[in-house]
C-alpha cells in the first residue's frame, strides 16, 4: 500500500487507531493493547500470565474492521479473564511470518506462549464467546 | 576476498557455460533483483524446481515522497490502480446513461478522490501482503533491500536503514523496471508528480495539467476528465508514438470532444508555485517547439508522463561487466534473455527492443526459469502480443500497425477491412454513434492471412484477447469470415 496514503490515514483516524497503546472504550481498559515490537509481544503475550487472544489484521482488510471492535467487545466481556493483543500485519510482518498469517483477520488464542487455537474471518459474538470460554476454561 | 576474486573469476565465468556446475559454493542459486511482475513470477518458478531463490526488492522514494509495498509497478503504480481508477471514471459515465435506461434519483452525482483511492490502495495492500505470503510459501527468500553487483558472483543489499549485506549467487536475474522520467527543467522535481505519484495522492489533484502524450498519460488525463476534473494534456508532437496513428488520432478526437483540453505541439520549460496547499496552484510556462510562442497556464497539479527511463544505471553493472545501451539505459539481451555476461539475465521493461507488459515480463521470466533449471527449450515469442490502452475510449491491438505492415509487405500486398460500429448500450443514452471502430489488416501475398487486428470501443481488452488467439493460429480473412458473429456484442463486428 503506498506510503502517503497511509501516513495520512494514520494521521486522521481517532486515538483508537493509533499505535501508541491504545485504550478502547471505558469497559476494554487495559484488556486491548496494539503491540508496538517483538520485544512488546515477548513481554505481553508470550509471557502474559494470563491467556491472550491476539488479533492479527491489517488497515486495507475490511472484515477485519469488523471483528476487531467484536471481539475487543467479548474481551472486555470476560471481565479481565484474557487480554486481547492487536497485530497490524504491515507493521510487523516478521511476527505474522513467524506466526504463519496467511489471510487476515486471523485470531490466535496464546496460552503460556503456545498457540492452542486459531481462526480466520469473521465469527459472530456467539462464536466468539464460546472460542474465548474456551480459551479461559481449558 | 571480492579483490582476488575479480582477479581470476572474470575468465572462469566467460568460460563457463551458464548450465555446467560451477566449483563454488554460492549463498544462493538464484538472486533476482526487482520483486515485480518478472521477478516475482521467476523466482516462485525457481523456487518450484527446488532451487535456492532470493528476491531483492526496493522502491526508491519519488521526490514528492512517495512510496510503496512488494509487487512491481504494474501493482502499485501501473495497471491495477490505472484500470480501477478508468473503472471509476467509467461509473460515473454509466450513472449519467443509467436515467435513459429508467433509473431515477434525484441527487447530483459527484465524485470523492479520497474514498476511492483509498479503496484502491486497500485493494494494492492486500496484494503486497499476497505476495509476501506466496513467497514464503514458495521458500523464497525476500528482502526489502536495493541490490547492486560489487563484483562477480557478488552483491550488496542495503536497506532502508543503511545496513548493508552481501550476498553471492550462482545466477542472477534483473528485473529492476523503470521510473517515470522528469523534464529536466526548473520545478519539475519540486511541483510535479508522475504516475508513481497519481494513485495515491492524498489529496484530489483538481485542475490537471498532464505533460506527455503515452498511453500512461492518455490514460490517466482519460479517467481523471471522467471523474470530473479539468484536465488538460501537452502533447510535443504525436500521439502514442508506436501504435497505429490512424486509432491514435480517433482515441485523440473523442477525448477532446468529450472534454479534455489539448495544446499541440508545446513542451513547458518552468513551472513555478504560486500557492502552496494540498493541491496548490503552479504557473506553467510553455515553448512551441514550431516557433517562439510562449504561452502560459494555471493548474492545481501537474502530471508528468513523458516517458520511462530503466533502473539500470546504479546498481553496479559495471562491476561485472554487463553491457547496457548507454543512451536509453535499456539492457539487449539475446532470444534467451541472456546479458553479455552469461551468469546474468534479465526481463521485463529494461529489455532493449521488447515490449513493455507485465504478461511478458511474467512468460519471460517462466519460460527462462524453465529453459535453466527444467530442461525445457521454449523460448518468448514477443511476436503477436495483444495490449490494450484503457483510454476513455478503450483501444486493444495485437500484431502490425497499419504503418508498419505497409513498411513491410508494401501497400499493395495488404488489405485493411474496417467498419464503424454503434454498441447497443449506447443507442438509448443516445452516445456517439459513429466513434467505435474496428479495423484488420491482412497480408494478400499469405491467403490473406490476418496480420493486425484493432478495435476501438467499450470492453477493447476483453474482445481483444480473443482475436489475439486466432491470430497466433495464422486466421485468415476467410476464416473470419466463416466465424459467425454473437449477437449483439461489439465483437460481431
Known amino acids: ?138 | 576476498s571480492v579483490e582476488a576474486h575479480k582477479e581470476d573469476k572474470p575468465q572462469k565465468t566467460m568460460e563457463v557455460n551458464g548450465l555446467t556446475a560451477v566449483p563454488e559454493s554460492y549463498d544462493y542459486d538464484l538472486i533476482v533483483i526487482g520483486g515485480g511482475s518478472g521477478g516475482l513470477a521467476a523466482a516462485k518458478e525457481a523456487a518450484k524446481y527446488g532451487k535456492k531463490v532470493m528476491v531483492l526488492d526496493f522502491v526508491v522514494p519519488t521526490p514528492q515522497g512517495s512510496s510503496w509495498g512488494l509487487g512491481g509497478t504494474c501493482v502499485n503504480v501501473g495497471c491495477i490502480p490505472k484500470k480501477l481508477m478508468h473503472q471509476a471514471a467509467l461509473l460515473g459515465q454509466a450513472l449519467q446513461d443509467s436515467r435513459k435506461f429508467g433509473w431515477q434519483f434525484t441527487e447530483e452525482v459527484k465524485h470523492n478522490w479520497m474514498t476511492m483511492t483509498e479503496s484502491v490502495q486497500n485493494y494494492i495492500g492486500s496484494l503486497n501482503w499476497g505476495y509476501r505470503v506466496a513467497l514464503r510459501d514458495n521458500k523464497v527468500t525476500y528482502e526489502n533491500a536495493y541490490g547492486e553487483f560489487v563484483g562477480p558472483h557478488t552483491i550488496k543489499a542495503t536497506n532502508k536503514r543503511g545496513a548493508e549485506k552481501l550476498y553471492t549467487a550462482e545466477r542472477f536475474l534483473i528485473a529492476t523496471g523503470e521510473r517515470p522520467r522528469y523534464l529536466g527543467i526548473p520545478g519539475d522535481k519540486e511541483y510535479c508528480i508522475s504516475s508513481d505519484d497519481l494513485f495515491s495522492l492524498p489529496y484530489c489533484p483538481g485542475k490537471t495539467l498532464v505533460v506527455g502524450a503515452s498511453y500512461v498519460a492518455l490514460e490517466c488525463a482519460g479517467f481523471l476528465a471522467g471523474l470530473g476534473l479539468d484536465v488538460t494534456v501537452m502533447v510535443r508532437s504525436i500521439l502514442l508514438r508506436g501504435f497505429d496513428q490512424d486509432m491514435a488520432n480517433k482515441i485523440g478526437e473523442y477525448m477532446k470532444e468529450h472534454g479534455v483540453n489539448f495544446i499541440r505541439e508545446f513542451v513547458p520549460i518552468k513551472v513555478e508555485q504560486i500557492e502552496e496547499g494540498t493541491p496548490g496552484r503552479l504557473k506553467v510556462t510553455a515553448k512551441s517547439t514550431t516557433g517562439n510562442q510562449i504561452i502560459e497556464g494555471e493548474y492545481n497539479t501537474v502530471l508528468l508522463a513523458i516517458g520511462r527511463d530503466p533502473c539500470t544505471r546504479k546498481i553496479g553493472l559495471d562491476k561485472v561487466g554487463v553491457r547496457i545501451n548507454e543512451k536509453t539505459g535499456k539492457i539487449p539481451v539475446n532470444d534467451e534473455e541472456q546479458t553479455n555476461v552469461s551468469y546474468i539475465y534479465a526481463v521485463g521493461d529494461i529489455l532493449q527492443d521488447k515490449l513493455e507488459l507485465t504478461p511478458v515480463a511474467i512468460q519471460a521470466g517462466r519460460l527462462l526459469i524453465r529453459r535453466l533449471y527444467a530442461g525445457a527449450t521454449t523460448k518468448c515469442d514477443y511476436v503477436n502480443v495483444p495490449t490494450t490502452v484503457f483510454t476513455p475510449l478503450e483501444y486493444g491491438a495485437c500484431g502490425y500497425s497499419e504503418e508498419t505492415a505497409v513498411e513491410k509487405f508494401g501497400e499493395e500486398n495488404i488489405e485493411v477491412y474496417h467498419s464503424h460500429f454503434w454498441p447497443l448500450e449506447w443507442t438509448v443514452p443516445s452516445r456517439d454513434n459513429n466513434k467505435c471502430y474496428a479495423k484488420i489488416i491482412c497480408n494478400i501475398q499469405d491467403n490473406e492471412r490476418v496480420i493486425g487486428f484493432h478495435v476501438l470501443g467499450p470492453n477493447a481488452g476483453e474482445v481483444t484477447q480473443g482475436f489475439a488467439a486466432a491470430i497466433k493460429c495464422g486466421m485468415t480473412k476467410e476464416q473470419l469470415d466463416n466465424t459467425v458473429g454473437i449477437h449483439p456484442v461489439c465483437a460481431e463486428v
Open chain 1, 1 to 138: 500500500m503506498a506510503q502517503r496514503l497511509a501516513l495520512r490515514r494514520l494521521l486522521l483516524l481517532a486515538p483508537r487507531g493509533t499505535p501508541s497503546s491504545a485504550f478502547g472504550t471505558s469497559a476494554g481498559r487495559a484488556s486491548t493493547f496494539n503491540v508496538q515490537d517483538g520485544s512488546d509481544f515477548q513481554d505481553r503475550v508470550v509471557n502474559s500470565p494470563k491467556p491472550v487472544v491476539v488479533d492479527f489484521h491489517a488497515q486495507w482488510c475490511g472484515p477485519c474492521k469488523i471483528l476487531g471492535p467484536r471481539l475487543e467487545k467479548m474481551v472486555a466481556k470476560q471481565e479481565g479473564k484474557v487480554v486481547m493483543a492487536k497485530v497490524d500485519i504491515d507493521d510487523h510482518t516478521d511476527l505474522a511470518i513467524e506466526y504463519e498469517v496467511s489471510a487476515v483477520p486471523t485470531v490466535l488464542a496464546m496460552k503460556n506462549g503456545d498457540v492452542v487455537d486459531k481462526f480466520v474471518g469473521i465469527k459472530d459474538e456467539d462464536q466468539l464467546e464460546a472460542f474465548l470460554k474456551k480459551l479461559i476454561g481449558a
